[in-house]
């Protein structure tokens, strides 16, 4: 260590400013602790800035236990009713942000995730936080007090929050640091995998729907064991993403398919029987091209139905319309892989919640170590979940916290 380096006790070490970290340095600092906020990259908050395009899908008004995925589906409950959605849109209110409703809930800055990340860094400014970017842990011994060993000092103190959050997007943060030190406190850290990512065709598929690429189509689209989302399904380059992929692949398991009604709105088998009966020199790319975009209706419907596709209606029999409907409304689909963590918004799975408290975030084996966001097996649906249970479950250990 040289001259300029630092030696100092706190009442709480916290690792990892994003959302949650800061969430907790505030909440703590506010009721006098003494906080240090260390964090590895070079900014804090990296992920709030880059959320939601730019401005930050920070709630959503409909958040409630349903929209999370864990091992245990009733551990975020304490969290998010203690600090609610209605509670972060108070403080967003009360720091004068600008937002709206983007839909189905989601709310969003109105002018960027800069004046949101600004508040909070604001906050803990006031209340005297100590943080430092730029700051690699070379040593962390957890006994009373946690000493943490670092390039810019060592420091000391009787609790310690892990907030370093999952594994997705690398280049911003994203480390398995906080999964580590479960493990070596003995702690279950439950399987990781990417989630809210899209997914990847074959390559036979990739070649087949090249010219799919930038088209979209509001889908409802299944897993197996798992529910149905209806929104837009976007073809790429490689395979899948749009809001109805990223959802259900949070539920997708490698060698799994998919299943994808392509009409949903319709009760397309009805409409196949009616356009029989009414236009039968009709041939079936024509009706599909009443419920799908033109370019979606060839290429798929070239994939789904092959010669039968430029067929009159009326040489169908119900028995062979039945089976088509069927192949358009219930398309059935194997991903390759998903795209991985390069481009994942969240990390399925982490730390098992049966280790934590459901009130506090404190480790029950380990009372002064408290685990929170996005390093714990808590996962939202796509929408502003995912930073509600940060923004919870910061503010329930930092209220936790002694002083
Ligand atoms: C592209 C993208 C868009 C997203 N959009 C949305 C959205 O609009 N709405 C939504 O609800 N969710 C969104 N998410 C998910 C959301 O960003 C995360 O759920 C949330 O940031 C988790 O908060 P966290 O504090 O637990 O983790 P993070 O925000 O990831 O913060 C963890 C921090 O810990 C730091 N860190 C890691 N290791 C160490 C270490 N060893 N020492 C010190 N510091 C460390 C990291 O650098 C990082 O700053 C998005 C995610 C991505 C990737």
Same mark, same amino acid.
């Given at each position: 260590?040289?001259?300029?380096?630092?030696?100092?006790?706190?009442?709480?070490?916290?690792?990892?400013?994003?959302?949650?970290?800061?969430?907790?340095?505030?909440?703590?600092?506010?009721?006098?602790?003494?906080?240090?906020?260390?964090?590895?990259?070079?900014? /804090?908050?990296?992920?709030?800035?880059?959320?939601?395009?730019?401005?930050?899908?920070?709630?959503?008004?409909?958040?409630?236990?349903?929209?999370?995925?864990?091992?245990?589906?009733?551990?975020?409950?304490?969290?998010?009713?203690?600090?609610? +959605?209605?509670?972060?849109?108070? *403080?967003?209110?009360?720091?004068?942000?600008?937002?709206?409703?983007?839909?189905?809930?989601?709310?969003?800055?109105?002018?960027?995730?800069?004046? @949101?990340?600004?508040? @909070?860094?604001?906050?803990?400014?006031?209340?005297?936080?100590?943080?430092?970017?730029?700051?690699?842990?070379?040593?962390?011994?957890?006994?009373?007090?946690?000493?943490?060993?670092?390039?810019?000092? +060592?420091?000391?103190?009787?609790?310690?929050?892990?907030?370093?959050?999952?594994?997705?997007?690398?280049?911003?943060?994203?480390?398995?640091?906080?999964?580590?030190?479960?493990?070596?406190?003995?702690?279950?850290?439950? /399987?990781?995998?990417?989630?809210?990512?899209? @997914?990847?065709?074959?390559?036979?598929?990739?070649?087949?729907?090249?010219?799919?690429?930038?088209?979209?189509?509001?889908?409802?689209?299944?897993?197996?064991?798992?529910?149905?989302?209806?929104?837009?399904?976007?073809?790429?380059?490689?395979?899948?993403?749009?809001?109805?992929?990223?959802?259900?692949?949070?539920?997708?398991? /490698?060698?799994?398919?998919?299943?994808?009604?392509?009409?949903?709105?319709?009760?397309?088998?009805?409409?196949?029987?009616?356009?029989?009966?009414?236009?039968?020199?009709?041939?079936?790319?024509?009706?599909?091209?009443?419920?799908?975009?033109?370019?979606?209706?060839?290429?798929?419907?070239?994939?789904?139905?092959?010669?039968?596709?430029?067929?009159?209606?009326?040489?169908?029999? +119900?028995?062979?319309?039945?089976?088509?409907?069927?192949?358009?409304?219930? *398309?059935?689909?194997?991903?390759?892989?998903?795209?991985?963590?390069?481009?994942?918004?969240?990390?399925?799975?982490?730390?098992?919640?049966?280790?934590?408290?459901?009130?506090?975030?404190?480790?029950?084996?380990? /009372?002064?170590?408290?685990?929170?966001?996005?390093?714990?097996?808590?996962?939202?649906?796509?929408?502003?979940?995912?930073?509600?249970?940060?923004?919870?479950?910061?503010?329930?250990?930092?209220?936790?916290?002694?002083?």
């Amino acid at each position: 260590m040289d001259a300029n380096t630092k030696t100092d006790a706190y009442d709480v070490i916290i690792l990892g400013a994003g959302a949650a970290g800061l969430m907790c340095a505030k909440t703590a600092a506010a009721r006098g602790l003494k906080v240090l906020l260390l964090e590895k990259a070079n900014k /804090p908050g990296k992920k709030i800035l880059m959320s939601g395009g730019g401005r930050c899908n920070f709630t959503n008004m409909h958040c409630a236990p349903d929209y999370f995925l864990s091992a245990n589906p009733h551990f975020m409950k304490s969290a998010l009713s203690r600090y609610s +959605q209605w509670d972060f849109i108070q *403080w967003v209110e009360d720091h004068d942000i600008g937002y709206h409703e983007k839909e189905l809930g989601q709310l969003f800055c109105n002018r960027s995730a800069k004046d @949101l990340l600004n508040a @909070l860094l604001d906050d803990c400014r006031e209340q005297g936080v100590d943080l430092h970017c730029d700051v690699s842990i070379e040593q962390l011994a957890i006994g009373q007090p946690v000493t943490v060993k670092t390039n810019i000092g +060592q420091f000391t103190a009787p609790q310690l929050v892990v907030a370093t959050g999952g594994l997705s997007i690398p280049k911003m943060g994203g480390s398995d640091y906080g999964y580590q030190l479960a493990e070596q406190m003995g702690l279950t850290v439950l /399987p990781k995998r990417a989630g809210l990512v899209p @997914l990847m065709f074959s390559d036979q598929h990739q070649k087949l729907f090249s010219d799919l690429s930038g088209s979209s189509v509001q889908a409802e689209v299944s897993a197996e064991n798992a529910q149905s989302f209806t929104h837009q399904v976007l073809f790429t380059h490689r395979g899948l993403s749009g809001p109805a992929i990223l959802q259900i692949s949070s539920y997708w398991q /490698p060698g799994e398919s998919i299943y994808i009604n392509l009409i949903p709105d319709y009760d397309f088998l009805a409409n196949l029987i009616e356009a029989k009966l009414n236009t039968p020199q009709l041939s079936m790319l024509q009706v599909l091209q009443r419920f799908l975009p033109k370019r979606l209706a060839e290429t798929l419907g070239k994939f789904i139905s092959g010669d039968d596709l430029q067929r009159e209606l009326q040489t169908f029999n +119900q028995k062979q319309l039945a089976g088509l409907a069927e192949s358009y409304t219930n *398309w059935v689909l194997k991903p390759a892989a998903s795209e991985g963590y390069r481009t994942a918004e969240v990390t399925l799975g982490g730390v098992d919640t049966n280790h934590l408290s459901s009130k506090t975030m404190a480790v029950k084996s380990h /009372p002064n170590i408290y685990f929170i966001g996005e390093v714990v097996d808590v996962t939202g649906h796509l929408g502003g979940f995912n930073f509600q249970w940060a923004w919870s479950s910061g503010f329930v250990a930092g209220m936790s916290l002694k002083s």
